[in-house]
């Protein structure tokens, strides 16, 4: 299992405005390190504390994704260091965001998770959910976020048409979203795609893949 072969492999793949997520979760420090000294420097990680314990051991030069169901409680711990997070898809989840960055005087980007799956199991904000929180005051208010682009997870599934179909969908919302500017609001990236569906993903527009197991292998 050559991780530094694997990662040239999907790299060569992937068009120029295409950024990779190195899907990290569950892996050892060493592998990360591999990857990393391969030339890789955006990881992504599902568990808060898991990616502050790996940040804490590793070089900071890395810019670190938070691409699971992101806990309100949890928010603090990242809020120093983290370079994106994917998952956002409630009001009181990016109040709580906000409050941290401005305790770090930061502002954090973030993406907002948009449902397209046909699993009940996935989450994510309904598109009139998504017009509603953007066009609301509270969310306006919000001066320590900022909303980069949207994120989404399509139908776990071997139908290739079905899972292209959803893309397209998130895509659809994507450019009516994005001459929409605010202060808090520059809808630049489509964060969708991971190891099995990321070329289908891709010929739909995405710009950020988040892939695992066909750089680490499995579990």
């Known amino acids: 299992m050559n991780i530094a072969e694997n990662l040239q492999n999907i790299k060569n793949t992937l068009p120029e405005h295409v950024h990779l997520v190195a899907v990290s979760k569950t892996k050892p420090i060493a592998d990360l390190l591999e990857a990393y000294n391969a030339g890789q420097r955006i990881f992504g990680e599902n568990k808060i504390q898991e990616m502050t314990e790996k940040w804490e051991q590793m070089p900071k030069d890395i810019q670190w994704h938070m691409i699971g169901h992101v806990q309100t409680n949890k928010v603090k711990y990242m809020a120093p260091y983290v370079s994106l997070i994917h998952g956002v898809d409630s009001l009181k989840l990016l109040v709580e965001i906000n409050r941290q960055a401005k305790k770090w005087r930061r502002v954090i980007p973030c993406l907002l998770q948009v449902y397209i799956a046909t699993e009940e199991s996935k ?14 005051e509270e969310f306006k208010a919000l001066e ?10 399509a139908s776990f599934t071997e139908d290739a048409d079905l899972i292209r179909k959803e893309f397209q ?21 489509l964060s969708m795609g991971m190891s099995g569906d990321y070329k289908i993903a891709i010929e739909c527009g995405s710009t950020i ?8 292998g499995g579990r």
């Open 123 to 136: 989450f994510g904000l309904a598109h009139d959910e998504l017009l509603q929180l953007i066009h609301s």
């Open 169 to 189: 969908s998130l895509k659809d919302i994507f450019d009516y979203l994005q001459p929409y500017q605010l202060p808090n609001c520059h809808f630049q990236q």
């Open 144 to 153: 320590n976020i900022k909303i980069i682009g949207l994120m989404g997870m």
């Open 209 to 216: 893949v988040r892939i695992g197991s066909s750089i680490f």
